[in-house]
Each structure stands twice: as C-alpha cells, then as structure tokens.
C-alpha cells in the first residue's frame, strides 16, 4: 500500500540518528477507508521524538486532497545503566554500584545513561533500588566552589575581562550559577568553572 510504503521510508529515514539500533513497525490501514488515489505524499510526526508507540500523518501532496493518522511503534535496543542494590540519596557512585543492561530503551523514561564514566563519582540525588534503571536527573555532580570559599570573578565582555577576588555565597556544581560578594560588598551572579573561578560574561 502507498500510505504505508511512504511511512515506512519516513520512519527509516528518521530512525538513523537514534541512540541503539532501531526497528520498527507500521500498523495496518483499513483498506476500506475509499482514500482517492495519491502520487506523492507528505509524512509528518508532531507528537515530540520519535519514540514507542505514536503516529505519524500521512497527508496526499499531488492527485487528491487527505490527510490520514498511521500508528506506528519505533523500539531502540541499546545499552543502559541500572544500580546493583538499593542505594540511598547521597551514595555516592562506584563501579561495584552500577552494571550495563541491554533492552528496549523506549519501554524507560528518557533520559537514561549507557556508559559508567557518566556516573561513576557522582552523587545521587535520590534514593535508587536494585535493578532500577539509572537517568541523569537521579544525579547530583561534584561540587567544584564551596560556599565560603574564596574564588576568582571573571568578568567578560566585548574585548575586555576584568578579575577580582571574592567569596562563594554557596556551593555549586561546574556551570551551575553561583553567587558571590566581591571585596566592595557587591553582590554578583556567575557560572561556576574549574579552578575556583566564577564567570560574568556581560
């Protein structure tokens, strides 16, 4: 059938650059649904990534005017990272912690980590049983400034960069926002970077 032929090249096409190997399957067409013949099309997925159960729009571009849903199921078998044993917030991560699964990533949230190197030394945010598979919102990354700490401000423009001495009011991950007191008293915002520096860029 045109329809399916035309969502099947969409979806092979489409499919390339996902994480995994990629298979998928296009659900039948009522053959009675009486569209007018077609000789080219436009296919369409609005519906966010193209992952797991979904459809796609098959609209006719030349011969007649329609529009039809077509469902479609896209699975993505790769690798994922899942904890060993119960673990609490704070843990932080080791290698006897966390193993590499293979399976279906569209059955998961998104998300997912595939490599330990993305999880070995972190903390966790929170608390994770045996066989749980793990995500990076489920981490917290090292501290790079103390609060209290005394830092270098780095203030960037357009063909300038000032520096000055400071003190973190808080702690923060690298390129998380961190503020800061300069020696004036002044209060300011910047990403923290490594090396107990702190980034304005103006």
Not at 42 to 48: A, C, I, M, P
Not at 120 to 142: F, Y
Request: aromatic share 4%; hydrophobic share 35%.
């Amino acid at each position: 059938m045109p329809v399916k032929k035309a969502a099947e090249d969409f979806l092979r096409i489409q499919t390339r650059g996902l994480p995994g190997t990629a298979t998928f399957t296009v659900g039948s067409i009522d053959p009675s649904n009486q569209l007018q013949p077609c000789s080219s099309f436009l296919v369409k997925h609005d519906n966010g990534r193209l992952w797991g159960r979904t459809n796609l729009t098959v609209q006719c571009q030349s011969g007649a005017s329609w529009s039809i849903y077509v469902p479609v199921q896209v699975k993505i078998q790769g690798s994922y990272l899942v904890i060993r044993r119960n673990l609490g917030a704070g843990q932080i991560l080791t290698e006897a912690d966390i193993e590499v699964r293979q399976g279906d990533l569209t059955e998961f949230p998104g998300n997912l980590l595939d490599n330990p190197q993305q999880a070995l030394g972190k903390t966790l945010n929170v608390s994770l049983i045996a066989g749980q598979p793990l995500r990076t919102d489920a981490l917290r990354l090292p501290l790079i400034i103390q609060q209290g700490q005394r830092i270098t401000v780095i203030s960037r423009g357009n063909g300038f960069s000032v520096s000055s001495e400071g003190q973190a009011l808080s702690g923060a991950s690298e390129e998380q926002v961190v503020r800061a007191r300069l020696p004036n008293g002044q209060i300011v915002s910047g990403i923290a970077k490594p090396g107990g520096i702190v980034e304005i860029t103006n």
